[in-house]
């Protein structure tokens, strides 16, 4: 039940009977007609701006527009009054009937409230963390990891069909550094002293299991090898290794992938797959032989001062044309990322989104623009950029150790604090966002602790139905038995305005999917709770209001019902964030 859909579809069929009649222009094109909550709740409950819209069209006054419309609405049996304000807005109030139906309607649907409202299961492909496979996972990935996998159970839980990908970064110079690095502690395994790590290598004690593991599958075998013969061997069991390691960390924050896609294969078995795509860009006339100028500012590994290969990505909206082939013949980093979503294109994806770090800004636009490029204009790609997180502890900056040896890892952060807190608080906040995570705060039981605030609620809500078991057992508190209460009692307030709150979901689910932003879940999520505690607090101060009426069945059964819808909603919102719906806080 989606109260601000249902509005719109009687606005769009009330103008439409207007045009009908002849009030309206025959040839008016309708827009896409807008429905929200007005910001001001003295206005009523849902708010219109049809009439505004299409005042300059219709070449009417809006006022005019809005009054025959409101003729049209206001007949409607659940409609308690309806008020023309201002230029031309309608502002609908509903009878109370509409909220406790509202009650039945979450209680019936239970967890698939709100589901599938923005898609028909169309594919999108969600392309996430794709850390190089050299190390553990940092605290940046994580905030990349939390974000991508709750925007992947949003994408899902609106309706969309997601496939959850990884890109491994397993090809080029820095794998190949990979692979000297655990040589050098396979040595150590075999009983060598190895001395300091040299420059240039990965010191991580990471590595210290992996040299172990080649000794024991090699044994002495690769240290009478010269490198050229090694090196192969050595760098794919240790990118093997490397990624048991992030999977096994992602695990510890519930995060999976559907796809691991190896960046090596574009140009395995003989195959190029990247030459394939520049050759599909170069018969669209996209590709050329040119010169860069050099980059103002800093030095672009991507750039030299000689004739390259080229792709017209300026043609796209990009600021000027990039590199795909070295003179030297050897490919630019940017030509596998075209090839790489090339072949999700040939998957039969045409929503394409990508989770990048804010070191990956500049990539956008050429991304972009290949994707453009290579699927006519039919594909779309979103990028949305993770900033950093800055670790604190009481307020005060703060570094932990560093088992890397060069930065804090994933795993480090959730044995600390736990997996619920570490999800909740790298969504709470938008992701362009700087975000600060302060250890102490995310663990103390404060409403100034979001994930707290949140579960407490759920819990909350949980313990009054274990109180109303012991204090009035003959009372059926079934999911059945309370979608028939006698809701009528409810006309309170605090108890209104929590079943709007309620209302709110479905729409919710629907913008931050379309928008790709699962934070706003965690802020809405935030609110409900804050209604619910309010409304308990309120209990308190008057006895009259409190959830639990122990000479009062019917009053008390209509407000489990109103508090079991609000868990509800709690614990399928925290179910996308990934988060732990508790019915007891320790």
């Not at 849902?46 to 006054?61: E, T, Y």
């Not at 804010?358 to 993770?386: C, P, Q």
């Not at 997996?419 to 975000?435: A, C, G, I």
Request: proline share 3%; hydrophobic share 40%; net charge negative.
């Amino acid at each position: 039940m989606n109260i601000f859909a249902n509005v719109e579809a009687r606005v769009s069929d009330a103008l439409n009977a207007m045009k009908a009649e002849g009030f309206l222009p025959e040839d008016l094109v309708l827009p896409t007609i807008e429905a929200e909550a007005p910001r001001d709740a003295t206005h009523g409950d849902v708010a219109v701006n049809a009439a505004l819209v299409l005042a300059k069209s219709a070449r009417m006054k809006p006022r005019d527009i809005a009054e025959a419309l409101k003729a049209k609405l206001e007949a409607a049996s659940d409609v308690a009054k309806i008020e023309v304000a201002g230029p031309g807005f309608l502002n609908i109030t509903f009878k109370l009937e509409v909220w406790h139906n509202l009650v039945r309607t979450v209680l019936s649907e239970g967890d698939s409230f709100g589901s599938g409202s923005a898609s028909n299961g169309e594919k999108v492909n969600l392309e996430y963390v794709s850390a190089n496979p050299t190390g553990p996972m940092h605290v940046g990935h994580c905030r990349g990891a939390v974000f991508g996998d709750a925007l992947a159970n949003l994408l899902q839980f609106a309706g969309f069909d997601v496939t959850r990908e990884y890109y491994i970064n397993d090809a080029g110079g820095q794998v190949n550094v990979l692979a000297r690095s655990a040589f050098l502690r396979y040595r150590e395994a075999l009983g060598e002293d190895i001395g300091d790590i040299p420059e240039g290598l990965y010191p991580g004690d990471y590595l210290v299991p992996v040299g172990k593991a080649l000794a024991a599958e090699f044994g002495n075998s690769l240290r009478r090898l010269p490198e050229d013969q090694w090196i192969a061997r050595v760098r794919d069991f240790t990118i093997d290794k490397m990624m048991d390691m992030i999977r096994d960390d992602l695990a510890a924050l519930n995060i999976r992938h559907d796809v691991f896609f190896s960046e090596a294969s574009l140009t395995r078995g003989g195959q190029d797959k990247i030459k394939a795509a520049i050759d599909v860009l170069r018969k669209k006339d996209l590709i050329y032989e040119g010169r860069l100028e050099k980059p103002k500012g800093h030095d672009d590994s991507e750039w030299e001062d000689r004739t390259q290969t080229l792709f017209k990505s300026t043609a796209f909206g990009d600021d000027e044309d990039r590199a795909i082939q070295k003179s030297d013949g050897n490919y630019t980093y940017f030509a596998g990322d075209v090839a790489y979503h090339y072949d999700k294109l040939q998957r039969g994806f045409l929503h394409l989104i990508n989770v990048f770090g804010a070191d990956h800004i500049g990539y956008i636009s050429r991304m972009k623009a290949v994707v453009a490029a290579l699927s006519d204009k039919k594909a779309d790609l979103d990028i949305k950029v993770v900033q950093l997180v800055r670790l604190f502890r009481g307020g005060e900056p703060f570094k932990m150790s560093k088992r890397a040896g060069t930065f804090v890892t994933l795993r480090d952060v959730v044995d600390e604090v736990g997996r619920d807190p570490v999800r909740f608080m790298m969504l709470y906040r938008k992701n362009q966002e700087t975000l600060d995570f302060d250890f102490a705060k995310v663990t103390e039981q404060s409403k100034d602790n979001p994930v707290f605030y949140v579960q407490y609620a759920h819990a909350r809500v949980a313990s009054v139905f274990r109180n109303v078991a012991q204090q009035m057992p003959d009372l059926d508190t079934t999911q059945a038995s309370l979608v028939q209460a006698d809701l009528s009692v409810l006309s309170d307030v605090g108890e209104i305005d929590l079943i709007k709150r309620l209302a709110a979901f479905p729409r919710l689910v629907e913008g931050a999917a379309k928008a790709h932003e699962p934070h706003r879940l965690a802020f809405y999520l935030y609110d409900l709770s804050s209604t619910l505690h309010s409304q308990w607090t309120r209990g308190n101060d008057s006895p009259h209001l409190r959830f639990i009426q122990s000479n009062d069945g019917v009053a008390t059964k209509a407000r489990l019902a109103l508090i079991g819808a609000t868990k509800t909603v709690i614990n399928s919102g925290l179910k996308v964030l990934g988060v732990e719906a508790p019915d007891a806080m320790r």
